[in-house]
């Protein structure tokens, strides 16, 4: 029996000498084992029957894959698959010390963060030729033209069809890409022609099932700087004339405290739109899934919004590439209809660039609240004062919120960390700030910049934040896994939960969290979860050879996250923790065995269950590193 003030050392000593202990109980006693977690001890988490090493377990994995993994895909895809496997990127050289008496030590930073200079491979290089889309019986490129323009020869070189059945055929009763469809025999006729299902064409006629595109007209618009700001320009220039007043002030050296008194009065007699006029959006008790940079795409959303969840918000979008029209980053603001509570986050450092964006979205748009992320640690938004840099320029900072709270007519939240230093939280220090310039609710991730995902999400400081922003709601988030996780964290005073990494390793947490369960789902219905998610890539992206490898990138990026998941029924003690390195070990069937794979290559393998096989210069390597298991 260990008391709660024993030491690392007899906790070490315990898990020697008894490795069939039950690791559960007592929250000092989990903490100690998650620090140890983290400092790479082993900590025995799964039944020992179900263990086994790393060779033995590539040897199963692959020797099976023909026989029983092969469903869906070609013979020979398991000879192709090992052509598409990538290796990391060399990290880069440290310098060498000049003292020879100086040992050597491993670069742990290779290790971290993304996988810099990995090869991207776009998707219109899989098109080798394609078929001309011009509605003239003559093409008006004429001679110059380099698609096909015989239908039979085009059919001849085009790739094999993945399946027999079409989603988009048999869900919308006609499909938009008709002839180059990677399932067209399932709609098209001997002759060449498509078919359609008339009543369903008409069941879906009007009806606007993805929102916020961006229109042709409003692209022209931007990229000719022919759009007009009205809001924002009138609050610039109540900015520029404080900024004048305050350079005048401060040549008086009597007055000392004019300029924060004069820059409250005029920031006062700006914003004139009251709370009340504002759409208001009860944030109490959600959850909230986190807005995911990559894998948080549309049909993962709404993934996520079948098992449970509340609030859902769109990518990262950079201010100023929407306000030059960029059809990439407008594609990061498109809403499905199931997205009831939605909102776009996005990221700036000037508040210029941030209130005239602001606008843009607010008469353009359908969202339910717009987020300020000043929490992304990536060097190239933090150098440029963007993410965790608007933490420590709290003047910009200000001027950013008040000026896009005048342009929205929605709320208007902040996503921010504990600080920007591993030892130095100033979130604290923001937060009764935050209060005083019109934030609706704030979201804390308990880690500082400098942690990145190492060591533990504070929740003690999360829990003082909370208490602390009353009564404008505040999220936590970090860490959460399980239903067990979550309610530890409501324990704490937070008015709600984000998920982010969890809903990515297990998106059933949201129904685990809502029933009070932990779920042991099956390998054939994780399955199932990704075959709705390829049908809903195929829907967004395109059921063509572009849309389709596309879906299968987006559908790799989630799966080097998803093999980190441990089934519930193998494990020795209930629940995994999430910084917990998983062993190796053999699933209850094959399929379970192979999603256990932290290989690129076996996941290229499941693609192909789902996707067919990968042509054969798909290259893959996934953009984070699994920085919590090395």
């Known amino acids: 029996m260990l008391s709660l003030g024993c030491k690392k050392s007899d906790i070490k000593k315990l898990i020697i000498q008894h490795p069939m202990v039950l690791y559960t109980g007592l929250d000092t006693l989990n903490y100690k084992l998650d620090c140890l977690v983290k400092e790479g001890i082993t900590i025995k988490q799964i039944v020992e029957k179900f263990l086994t090493t790393k060779a033995a377990f590539h040897e199963f994995v692959d020797s099976n894959w023909k026989s029983n993994g092969a469903k869906g895909g070609n013979e020979d895809s398991n000879e192709d698959t090992e052509a598409t496997t990538v290796e990391e990127p060399e990290a880069k050289k440290p310098k060498l010390d000049t003292d020879d008496n100086k040992s050597e030590k491993p670069d742990k930073k290779q290790w971290r963060g993304q996988n810099k200079s990995r090869p991207h491979t776009k998707p219109t290089t899989y098109d080798e030729k394609r078929l001309c889309l011009s509605d003239d019986k003559q093409c008006h490129y004429g001679e110059k033209c380099h698609f096909y323009h015989d239908v039979a020869e085009y059919m001849k070189t085009k790739p094999a069809d993945i399946g027999d059945k079409c989603y988009l055929y048999d869900t919308f009763g006609k499909c938009p890409y008709t002839l180059s469809c990677r399932f067209a025999m399932a709609h098209t006729t001997a002759d060449f022609k498509t078919m359609e299902k008339t009543d369903l064409v008409k069941e879906f006629e009007g009806r606007n099932v993805v929102k916020n595109s961006l229109s042709k007209d409003l692209q022209i618009s931007l990229r000719k700087r022919s759009v007009k700001f009205p809001k924002s320009d009138e609050y610039l220039k109540a900015l520029a004339k404080q900024k004048e007043k305050r350079e005048q002030q401060e040549n008086v050296e009597e007055v000392q405290q004019a300029p924060t008194e004069m820059e409250s009065q005029v920031n006062t007699d700006i914003i004139r739109l009251r709370p009340c006029e504002k759409k208001q959006v009860d944030f109490k008790d959600k959850l909230y899934l986190a807005p995911l940079t990559t894998c948080g795409n549309l049909p993962f959303r709404r993934i996520c919004k079948r098992f449970g969840a509340d609030i859902t918000c769109g990518e990262m979008a950079m201010c100023t590439n929407l306000l030059q029209g960029q059809q990439s980053e407008w594609a990061l603001l498109k809403r499905h209809e199931c997205e009831d509570v939605f909102g776009v986050q996005l990221e700036g450092c000037f508040p210029d660039t941030m209130t005239r964006c602001a606008e843009l979205i607010n008469n353009n748009i359908e969202v339910d609240f717009v987020d ?259």
Request: with cysteine; glycine share 8%.
């Open 372 to 630: 300020i992320n000043s929490g992304c640690p990536i060097d190239l938004v933090y150098k440029k004062g963007g993410g965790c840099g608007l933490m420590t320029r709290t003047r910009k900072f200000e001027q950013i919120i008040r000026g896009m709270n005048y342009a929205l007519d929605v709320p208007l939240t902040v996503k921010i960390r504990t600080g920007v230093q591993e030892k130095c939280n100033i979130a604290h220090k923001l937060i009764p700030e935050f209060k005083q310039w019109g934030v609706s609710m704030i979201t804390l991730h308990g880690r500082s910049r400098e942690q990145r995902y190492t060591k533990l999400a504070d929740w003690d400081y999360i829990s003082s934040c909370a208490e602390l922003a009353s009564p404008i709601p505040l999220f936590g988030n970090g860490d959460i896994l399980s239903y067990e996780d979550a309610m530890k964290a409501r324990e704490t005073g937070v008015s709600g939960i984000m998920i982010a990494r969890g809903a990515l390793i297990k998106p059933w947490i949201f129904t685990e969290i809502k029933e009070s369960r932990h779920w042991d789902i099956s390998s054939s219905e994780r399955l199932d979860i990704l075959r709705d998610f390829s049908n809903y890539g195929l829907e967004h992206w395109g059921s063509d050879t572009r849309g389709v490898e596309k879906t299968r990138t987006f559908m790799l990026e989630w799966l080097s996250f998803m093999c980190r998941y441990i089934p519930v029924g193998l494990l020795e003690r209930v629940p995994q923790k999430i910084n917990e390195r998983p062993p190796y070990y053999m699933g209850r069937d094959y399929l379970e065995s192979l999603m256990a794979s932290q290989n690129v290559g076996d996941w290229v393998r499941i693609s192909e269950m789902l996707l067919g096989p990968v042509p054969k210069n798909f290259k893959f390597l996934p953009k984070h590193k699994a920085n919590a298991y090395k």
